[in-house]
């Protein structure tokens, strides 16, 4: 329990002392007009009230991942806890909170032309595509998940394809009508859902008795039933993504770009956003441990249960505050998910309206783009949701490990502090490389192997970079 209590405050004291640090760094102007002033359009960008901002960009990035994959997570033991809270101050928070800003400095731009203008138009083109694939992906995985939740609660009378039905008509209209008509409105609900869902469980875990494993020497170690299959690098670095670090933020901050009032709501809402991931993120890491007994007795939970963390959910909800209070959680759990497909699909629209230069003040323009995308979304809502989630998780982290060396370019290039980022990009580089050569579902090569040549990977990276800091510094010198 005390791992627990010095997690969350360590988490608060992240977002009072180390943002404060980024936020200097960016070095923003309160006197600067947001692009919700400059371009105006009542569809997209539109300015709203920042508590209003922070809960739609909390709920878009708030999915199943800091709830299924914290869930998952927890499997590794209390390593978890650490993940968690030193990736959501010093890799996630920074994450979101520069790609929030880099898109009101280019006038609400999506990540994919934010990640041209720095790293090159070859790279915005394969960006460009691999973010919208991943945006769509997204969308599937966020039907099938809150569907599969609301189709246990009403066993007998509304079936699975009923809810993909229902959610998915939801997705249409939330990504075709301005934001403040749909998303503005209804999220304030969700966020209770969330937050009830949240402080609800863990207050009663407390109040139960169960015990919280702490962190200690004898247990930073891989406790996962399965740990030569599943060690804890780079695989829990892929299934904790959510709430601790994910390249899906940084699609979503481009949406609150554009309706962001002042860039000094920035941190609040890019970073505070992360912060209340993380502690979402370490409750049901908290939970996922103690209320079956352990770390190992989850671990044969998820296993009798081929690992399907919406069971245990769902278990543990019903468990821990009844019937009624159990099905209020539910709704929390079903709020994440889907406050965030319905912005994934709407990312998605923007994404390739930025790219085609498609105004999106037409219905029409609108619906061209949205139609495609919502076709392929529901095709892949047909296939099986384990695999959709791991291919999904890795190209999420994919994607936060281009937008961290983005935002090092971004940072060099204006002769700011660039370490902020470069160290989290460099290590992200060796979770991915390695993942992708590891898993099972990648190249299934041995863990040295694959460990090594991400870390080579990396150093490469680290050395191209580097010679583009010289070439950088020696333009410079050469203008004075």
Not at 41 to 55: A, S
Not at 193 to 217: C, D, N, Q, R, W
Not at 455 to 463: E, H
Request: glycine share 10%; aromatic share 14%.
């Amino acid at each position: 329990m005390i791992t627990f209590f010095v997690s969350i405050l360590v988490l608060l004291l992240g977002y009072l002392l180390y943002s404060k640090f980024i936020e200097r760094i960016e070095k923003i102007d309160t006197g600067r007009q947001t692009p919700a002033y400059k371009l105006t359009d009542g569809v997209d960008y539109v300015p709203m009230p920042w508590w209003r901002v922070f809960l739609i960009q909390f709920l878009n990035i708030a999915g199943l991942g800091p709830i299924f994959g914290a869930v998952a997570g927890a499997m590794w033991g209390p390593v978890a806890f650490l993940w968690i809270v030193l990736g959501s101050v010093f890799a996630g928070g920074v994450h979101d909170y520069f790609s929030g800003m880099l898109s009101i400095k280019h006038n609400g731009l999506s990540i994919t032309e934010i990640v041209g203008i720095y790293l090159g138009k070859g790279t915005k083109q394969i960006m460009r595509g691999f973010t919208v694939v991943l945006m769509v992906i997204v969308g599937a995985v966020f039907i099938m998940g809150p569907a599969k939740i609301l189709a246990g609660l009403t066993t007998g009378f509304l079936s699975m394809t009923f809810w993909v039905w229902v959610v998915f008509i939801y997705y249409v209209l939330a990504t075709l009508l301005p934001i403040d008509k749909i998303i503005g409105k209804i999220y304030p609900v969700f966020g209770f859902a969330l937050f009830f869902m949240a402080f609800g469980l863990i207050t009663a875990l407390f109040v139960k008795g169960y015990h919280i494993p702490e962190l200690s020497i004898a247990n930073l170690r891989n406790l996962h039933g399965d740990a030569d299959k599943f060690p804890v690098f780079p695989m829990m670095f892929i299934t904790i993504a959510c709430g601790a670090i994910s390249g899906f933020h940084a699609t979503q901050s481009p949406l609150m770009a554009r309706c962001i009032t002042n860039e000094k709501l920035g941190r609040r809402v890019f970073y505070g956003a992360m912060i209340t991931e993380g502690v979402v993120a370490l409750i049901w890491a908290a939970i996922g441990m103690s209320f079956y007994g352990g770390v190992k007795e989850l671990n044969e939970v998820m296993v009798a249960n081929q690992g399907n963390a919406a069971f245990i959910v769902n278990e543990i909800s019903n468990s821990l505050l009844g019937k009624f209070g159990g099905a209020l959680a539910l709704l929390g759990v079903v709020a994440a998910p889907i406050t965030s497909g319905d912005t994934a699909f709407r990312s998605g629209r923007l994404i390739v309206a930025d790219f085609l230069n498609l105004k999106q003040g037409p219905i029409l323009n609108r619906l061209l783009i949205s139609i495609p995308l919502f076709a392929i979304g529901f095709l892949l809502t047909r296939i099986d949701f384990s695999i959709i989630w791991r291919y999904f998780a890795w190209s999420n982290q994919t994607l936060a490990m281009m937008v961290l060396w983005t935002i090092t370019v971004y940072l060099l290039q204006e002769r700011k502090n660039y370490l902020v980022t470069l160290i989290p990009a460099l290590f992200m580089t060796v979770v991915i490389t390695t993942y992708l050569l590891f898993a099972p579902e990648g190249f299934s090569l041995s863990m040295n192997l694959s460990f090594s040549i991400g870390v080579v990977i990396s150093v490469i990276s680290l050395i191209i970079f580097l010679v583009y800091r010289k070439s950088l510094l020696n333009i410079g010198d050469d203008k004075k």
